[in-house]
């Protein structure tokens, strides 16, 4: 009777492996979207279905958890950070376009991002993919209302960019939906007003 090739158990091992690595990142992220700042590591284990000591063997701390989790819901979410056509077409319409990507995006993400600014202080590396993506967001302002900034005195731009990207933070798009309690739509309108108000009449 032959036995089985070694590598082929090696891939069902490496197959599982990547399933219950998955399986943890995905409980995290369900945490998150719970409400958990925190989560602990028993938690992790009994919404994954993965055993305690298999979630401390993939992943050395919370901290790299917690990192891993991100990088995780940051490639899902990935299209969620596409404006398409920057600076293209009448100002109503980017700003529609930018407002709707913007709360798609705080829908996908805010329980991760919460979690990121809690641990940021603590964690470098977590700090650092932060800024990364407020960054990435403050160029898609810059790009998309680029007819509007350089028609403008250039601290005047500097000064526009700076209170529509407080605008559009993900915080702010929080403080509308969760402490005054605002609808998608009523948020939206919210945005829009804003936005028009500063690149209108900066």
């Known amino acids: 009777m032959s036995q089985p090739e070694p590598e082929v158990s090696s891939d069902g091992r490496t197959a599982r492996r990547d399933r219950n690595r998955e399986a943890v990142l995905d409980a995290v992220l369900d945490l998150f979207a719970d409400g958990a700042i925190t989560p602990v590591p028993a938690d992790v284990a009994e919404r994954s279905g993965v055993s305690l000591r298999s979630v401390y063997r993939y992943y050395d701390d919370m901290d790299a958890l917690v990192r891993a989790a991100i990088a995780r819901n940051l490639t899902r979410m990935g299209p969620y950070f596409d404006l398409e056509a920057p600076g293209e077409g009448p ?34 590396i977590i700090a650092e993919r932060l800024e990364e993506t407020r960054l990435l967001l403050r160029r898609q302002v810059e790009e998309m209302f680029a007819p509007e900034l350089g028609a403008r005195d250039a601290d005047v731009a500097r000064e526009v960019v700076a209170a529509v990207d407080v605008l559009l933070e ?33």
């Open 91 to 124: 100002l109503a319409d980017r700003i529609e376009r930018t407002v709707t990507a913007r709360l798609r995006l705080h829908d996908g993400i805010a329980p991760m991002a919460r979690a990121a600014i809690a641990r940021a202080p603590q964690n470098p």
């Open 170 to 202: 993900l915080d702010a798009i929080d403080h509308l939906r969760r402490h005054r309690r605002m609808t998608v739509p009523e948020a939206h309108r919210v945005l829009v007003r804003g936005l028009g108000a500063l690149l209108g009449s900066a």
